[in-house]
């Protein structure tokens, strides 16, 4: 399992990369290697106001759909449309396909999420 010692992580499988003020997620190496083969993928519109912790986004693979949280609070500001035509590249590479960026609404809420280290002492 790859873990970046760069980003933050939620118990809920989701990467967040902070640039300013915007918060960019996407699932980890981990969710996306259980998941198995990612072929569809419902981002949500620009502007959706989220709490962190609310289902935003469903990836579906062979295997099953399964639901996204965002980690951060805000307003979702981009998604990701590449992945809505190749919803491949999650599996290609879990950290450079984000998913969506958030406007954060409080960013000391990063504080709250896990680090590189902390995530992967879940699952050792």
Known sequence: MKVLNELKYAESHEWVKVDGNKAYIG???Y???HLGEVVYVELPE???IVEAGDQCIVLESVKAASDVYSPIGGTIVEINE???DNPGLINESAYDAW???VDMSDPTEVNNLLS???YE???H
């Open 27 to 29: 699932i980890t190496d």
């Open 116 to 118: 590189a280290e902390e």
């Open 31 to 33: 969710a996306q290697d």
């Open 82 to 84: 590449e992945l809505v």
């Open 121 to 123: 002492n879940m699952y």
């Open 99 to 101: 998913l969506i960026a």
């Open 46 to 48: 620009t502007g959706t």
